[in-house]
């Protein structure tokens, strides 16, 4: 946590939001390699924090370092493709498994294979229609995609919400193996347990009205 | 003959046959406006003062525009009366595109580019290839119906845009989260939009003849212009409007969706409609 150039440091980052910020003047290091667990109370602002980090969101005030470099100064797609993200829905594309997987980067078929090998779909299921995956099925489809793009850090925002019991374990030993890959993975849960299992550091989060998060 | 000859026929025949309805048969056609009202009045539909205003405001509007085009379009007339009539219409048309569509951003400027561009290619197609010859005559009744015609779409198209990417903020959002540029992550929504914009012509273009007989084409005949004849200038305007409803829809679409993304490729918190 005291390397001097984390992968994430927030400053005094808030978020504003219709009726109350939702992130307020946030202060959090986030340290490279492995796993680390974002956990907070609905309302915390953890999908907010997650979604700064790739500029889907932008914070109203702060300022968001990755690996020492402001990202409000990066290019947008650049910094997307090195920070991959998977959300708590799983979102199919329209047409195949396979489209899906080409959805940002040209792949061959031994490509768009070894992907699906990677996250322990059957080679088969690259023709299959992607809206016609199981949840489980479908949020690997949705890793898969994330990892067309060979990012160096992967976002995870609570993917296994909406899963069972096996997914999840599934889901769960995915990450593990792209942490020791030498994947950074942000992973935010609000199950305990999870968070025990899976992370190598912890961010908790607190209400935003209850004052300064981080 | 040319399809402007037969515009000219058929305004030559006009005059010989007296096609155009009396003072009496006009007052005799609100009989059935009457019966519009007495229908209204006999299901208790309470519209009977609507239909009474829709029908005088018509007569209103156009004994006004008709006056307005007898100077436009006489053979006297200067060109450049008709093109700033012309521009008026694109104008007007864009005002009433902001005005049935408040949510869009810009909707005004986008509906003046949209509405600028399809009469600009339109006209140019029209003329450049001597469908129609440059006139008093032919200007406004054809940028007339380029922009009349194209009006609903361009409404349609930019709430459709808004629609399509408010319902499918989190397939935009994964797209852009793989790194695509907003215009790449918004592509099969901007799709959907002008397909959907563009389906009600395209519909009308394929039953024309068989369900309905168009406008300019019933016009013509009962002028006393021979069908075949007819049916030639129908075609030519049909294609026109075929064409500017797709010009329209599309510089719309692309327009309204600049503006619903940010500069650093977000998109931005949609409005719903009103």
Redesign the interface.
């Given at each position: 946590m005291t390397s001097p150039n984390p992968l994430f440091e927030y400053q005094e980052v808030t978020v504003a939001g219709a009726d109350r910020p939702r992130l307020r003047r946030c202060s959090v290091r986030i340290p490279e390699g492995g796993i680390t667990v974002i956990t907070g109370p609905s309302g915390a602002g953890k999908t907010t924090l997650l979604r700064c980090c790739?500029?889907?969101?932008?914070p109203s005030e702060g300022t968001i370092d990755y690996r020492g470099v402001d990202v409000a100064t990066i290019d947008?797609?650049?910094l997307?493709?090195d920070v991959?993200?998977v959300?708590q829905?799983p979102?199919a594309?329209?047409g195949s498994v396979a489209d899906n997987l080409r959805?940002?980067v040209e792949l061959g078929d031994d490509e768009v294979g070894e992907l699906l090998d990677r996250v322990g779909l059957a080679q088969s299921f690259g023709t299959r229609r992607a809206a016609e995956l199981s949840g489980g099925e479908a949020q690997r489809m949705?890793l898969a995609?994330?990892l067309?793009?060979n990012p160096s850090v992967l976002l995870a925002d609570e993917p296994t919400a909406s899963l069972d019991r096996d997914a999840v374990g599934v889901l769960e030993g995915l990450a593990r193996q792209l942490a020791d890959a030498g994947t950074s993975l942000l992973w935010v849960t609000h199950d305990r347990a999870q968070a025990q299992r899976l992370g190598d550091h912890q961010v908790a989060l607190g209400l935003p009205e209850d004052g300064p998060g981080g | 003959m040319s399809a402007a000859g037969a515009v000219m026929m058929a305004i030559a025949a006009d005059r010989q046959t007296g096609a155009a309805p009396t003072l009496w048969g006009l007052t005799a056609s609100g009989g059935l406006v009457a019966m519009a009202v007495a229908i209204s009045a006999w299901r208790r539909l309470g519209v009977e003062r609507a239909v009474l205003w829709a029908a005088t405001r018509a007569a209103l509007q156009l004994a006004a525009i008709g006056a307005a085009l007898t100077l436009v379009v006489s053979p006297d007339a200067p060109l450049v009366w008709s093109w700033v009539w012309v521009l008026a219409m694109v104008f007007f048309a864009a005002v009433t595109v902001r005005r049935r569509s408040p949510e869009v951003p810009a909707a005004f400027v986008m509906g003046l580019l949209a509405f600028s561009a399809t009469t600009l290619t339109s006209l140019a197609v029209l003329f450049g290839f001597g469908i129609f010859a440059v006139s008093p005559r032919t200007v406004v009744p054809l940028a007339g119906m380029v922009v009349g015609n194209s009006l609903s779409s361009v409404v349609l198209a930019a709430r459709r845009t808004i629609g399509e990417l408010r319902d499918h903020r989190d397939e935009v959002e994964s797209r852009l989260a793989l790194g695509l540029t907003a215009r790449a992550a918004a592509q099969p929504q901007l799709r959907a939009a002008i397909r959907d914009a563009l389906v009600p012509q395209v519909e009308t273009t394929k039953s024309v003849g068989l369900v309905f007989l168009p406008g300019a084409m019933v016009g013509l005949i009962l002028a006393g212009v021979e069908p075949a004849d007819a049916v030639r200038v129908q075609l030519a305007v049909m294609y026109l409007i075929l064409g500017s409803v797709a010009v329209t829809t599309t510089v719309m679409v692309l327009g309204v969706s600049t503006r619903l993304f940010t500069p650093d490729q977000r998109l931005a918190e949609l409005p719903r409609a009103e």
């Open positions: 790739n500029r889907l969101t932008v947008p797609p650049t997307r493709r991959g993200m959300f829905r979102v594309f329209p959805a940002a949705c995609r994330a067309t793009t | -």
